[in-house]
């Protein structure tokens, strides 16, 4: 019995101590990209869905099944992260739509259908600012639900420097991320370590080792109190 118990206790500390993953970055800037033209068909080289699932686990879709790659502001370095390309939604008819929320999922290399998660995604805005408006990150759990969010307004001089970013957050599957001025594009979509799901019985292991973390925190807060009342 006291074995089982060290064995969940363990795995909850092991899980609070983990290391800071490291990064993958992804530019954008290896595919073929279309003209910056809201509302027109996305052609099929510059359409992105599942071409990186192979290589590191990421799959992109939109309203239209995939997202854009777009050649943002031709001449204008200073208007996009990493220049020229950025990523756009696509609207159900598959054409450009910057309003159509974009959701990057996170699967096995190995296996496309195994999910993955990892504990930090950060997606930086173009640098090309309407002055009005705000972009939104959310991040989702293998069952779909909503873990956390952040936001930022889409404001700020031509070059302005703005990232959205959700750290430290465990059990991410999936990302979401839009605006609600309809002119953001988004660049340099990066994210932690990708990690397995762990079986049910480790989760019930997970369960129990937090709740003994909770069982001893409280026991030493109330040990003085005990004390003091016996004197």
Known sequence: MRRKSFSAFALAAAVLAAPAAASTVIDFESFTAMNNSPGSA????????????????????????????????????ECTPSPPNIIGGTAADGTLSYSA????S??????????????????????????SGSATLEV???????????SAPDTGPIGTPTVLGLLNVPGI?????????????????????????????????L????GLVGAVARRKAGAPNAARTSA
């Open 140 to 150: 989702y759990g293998v069952f779909g639900n909503l873990l956390a969010a952040v």
């Open 42 to 77: 996305v052609p099929v080289a510059s359409q992105l869905s599942n071409q990186l699932l192979s290589s590191l686990g990421v799959k992109f879709s939109s309203l239209g099944g995939y997202v854009a790659v777009v050649n943002h502001v031709p001449g204008c370095a």
């Open 106 to 131: 996170f699967f096995s290399t190995a296996n496309p259908s195994a999910k993955r998660v990892t504990n930090f995604v950060t997606v930086a805005m173009d640098k090309f600012p309407l002055g």
């Open 207 to 210: 369960i129990v080792g937090f």
């Open 101 to 104: 929320p974009i959701t990057a």
């Open 173 to 205: 599957h999936s990302a979401r991320f839009f605006s609600d001025n309809a002119t953001v594009g988004f660049d340099d979509f990066t994210f932690g370590t990708l990690t397995g799901i762990p079986e049910p019985a480790n989760w019930a292991m």
